[in-house]
Protein backbone atom coordinates (compact mmCIF):
# COMPACT_ATOMS: atom_id res chain seq x y z
CA UNK A 1 0.00 0.00 0.00
CA UNK A 2 1.95 3.10 -1.46
CA UNK A 3 2.67 5.78 1.34
CA UNK A 4 1.01 3.66 4.04
CA UNK A 5 2.63 5.26 7.05
CA UNK A 6 1.60 8.49 5.60
CA UNK A 7 -2.11 7.10 5.66
CA UNK A 8 -2.24 6.21 9.37
CA UNK A 9 -0.16 9.32 10.83
CA UNK A 10 -2.58 11.98 8.94
CA UNK A 11 -5.93 9.98 9.34
CA UNK A 12 -5.25 7.09 12.37
CA UNK A 13 -4.38 4.10 12.94
CA UNK A 14 -8.30 2.80 12.92
CA UNK A 15 -8.04 4.32 9.54
CA UNK A 16 -4.96 2.01 8.77
CA UNK A 17 -6.50 -0.74 9.53
CA UNK A 18 -9.26 -0.16 7.66
CA UNK A 19 -7.52 0.64 4.36
CA UNK A 20 -5.88 -2.87 4.97
CA UNK A 21 -8.57 -5.17 5.58
CA UNK A 22 -10.34 -3.11 2.51
CA UNK A 23 -7.06 -3.39 -0.03
CA UNK A 24 -7.51 -7.30 1.27
CA UNK A 25 -10.93 -8.13 0.02
CA UNK A 26 -9.83 -5.68 -3.42
CA UNK A 27 -7.05 -8.31 -4.19
CA UNK A 28 -9.21 -11.74 -2.66
CA UNK A 29 -11.85 -10.37 -4.97
CA UNK A 30 -9.64 -10.14 -8.13
CA UNK A 31 -7.88 -13.26 -8.26
CA UNK A 32 -9.27 -16.71 -8.77
CA UNK A 33 -9.60 -19.52 -6.46
CA UNK A 34 -6.89 -21.37 -7.45
CA UNK A 35 -4.52 -18.28 -6.53
CA UNK A 36 -2.68 -17.85 -3.18
CA UNK A 37 -2.96 -14.09 -1.38
CA UNK A 38 -1.03 -13.28 1.58
CA UNK A 39 -0.70 -10.54 3.86
CA UNK A 40 3.65 -9.99 4.04
CA UNK A 41 4.29 -7.36 6.52
CA UNK A 42 2.65 -4.59 8.17
CA UNK A 43 1.29 -3.14 4.65
CA UNK A 44 2.51 -5.66 1.91
CA UNK A 45 0.63 -8.90 -0.11
CA UNK A 46 1.94 -11.51 -1.76
CA UNK A 47 -0.04 -12.62 -4.66
CA UNK A 48 0.97 -16.22 -6.36
CA UNK A 49 -0.84 -17.32 -9.63
CA UNK A 50 0.11 -20.79 -10.09
CA UNK A 51 -0.03 -21.38 -13.80
CA UNK A 52 0.01 -17.55 -14.73
CA UNK A 53 2.35 -16.57 -17.66
CA UNK A 54 4.13 -13.09 -16.88
CA UNK A 55 1.59 -11.42 -19.43
CA UNK A 56 -1.56 -12.69 -17.67
CA UNK A 57 0.46 -11.80 -14.24
CA UNK A 58 0.84 -8.30 -15.36
CA UNK A 59 -3.15 -8.26 -16.48
CA UNK A 60 -3.67 -9.67 -12.96
CA UNK A 61 -1.94 -7.44 -11.26
CA UNK A 62 -3.31 -4.33 -12.89
CA UNK A 63 -6.17 -5.67 -12.29
CA UNK A 64 -5.68 -5.37 -8.40
CA UNK A 65 -4.43 -2.08 -9.06
CA UNK A 66 -7.59 -0.71 -10.34
CA UNK A 67 -10.03 -2.66 -8.02
CA UNK A 68 -7.61 -0.98 -4.86
CA UNK A 69 -7.87 2.03 -6.05
CA UNK A 70 -12.11 2.04 -5.39
CA UNK A 71 -11.06 1.98 -1.98
CA UNK A 72 -10.45 5.26 -1.75
CA UNK A 73 -14.08 6.26 -2.79
CA UNK A 74 -14.84 4.02 0.47
CA UNK A 75 -12.38 5.62 3.10
CA UNK A 76 -12.81 9.34 1.92
CA UNK A 77 -8.93 9.54 0.81
CA UNK A 78 -6.60 8.55 -1.47
CA UNK A 79 -5.31 4.60 -1.74
CA UNK A 80 -3.13 3.14 -4.61
CA UNK A 81 -0.59 0.33 -4.41
CA UNK A 82 2.56 -0.40 -6.27
CA UNK A 83 3.71 -3.95 -7.08
CA UNK A 84 6.27 -5.93 -8.67
CA UNK A 85 5.50 -8.89 -10.84
CA UNK A 86 8.20 -11.63 -11.44
CA UNK A 87 7.89 -15.27 -12.71
CA UNK A 88 11.02 -17.63 -11.70
CA UNK A 89 12.95 -19.70 -13.77
CA UNK A 90 12.80 -23.26 -13.41
CA UNK A 91 14.84 -24.27 -10.19
CA UNK A 92 14.71 -20.98 -8.44
CA UNK A 93 14.78 -20.76 -4.87
CA UNK A 94 12.10 -19.10 -2.84
CA UNK A 95 14.21 -16.72 -1.49
CA UNK A 96 15.65 -15.41 -4.98
CA UNK A 97 12.12 -15.34 -6.12
CA UNK A 98 10.96 -13.38 -3.21
CA UNK A 99 13.91 -11.19 -3.70
CA UNK A 100 13.63 -10.26 -7.49
CA UNK A 101 9.56 -9.44 -6.43
CA UNK A 102 10.60 -7.41 -3.95
CA UNK A 103 13.02 -5.50 -6.35
CA UNK A 104 10.16 -5.04 -8.70
CA UNK A 105 8.22 -3.46 -5.74
CA UNK A 106 10.90 -0.87 -5.46
CA UNK A 107 11.25 -0.09 -9.02
CA UNK A 108 7.50 0.83 -9.28
CA UNK A 109 7.56 2.98 -5.92
CA UNK A 110 10.90 4.73 -7.65
CA UNK A 111 9.03 5.54 -10.78
CA UNK A 112 6.25 7.00 -8.66
CA UNK A 113 3.97 4.39 -6.98
CA UNK A 114 0.76 3.95 -8.47
CA UNK A 115 1.83 1.26 -10.91
CA UNK A 116 3.12 -2.07 -11.70
CA UNK A 117 6.54 -3.37 -12.89
Known amino acids: IDR ?3 IK ?4 HG ?8 VAKAIAIS ?9 WGGEEFLVVLPETSSPGALVCA ?13 VGFEVTISGGVYQPSPGESI ?9 RLYEAKNKGRNRIC
Open 4 to 6: FKV
Open 9 to 12: DSHG
Open 15 to 22: SGDEVVRL
Open 31 to 39: VRDTDLVAR
Open 62 to 74: EKIREKVATVSQR
Open 95 to 103: SDLLSRADA
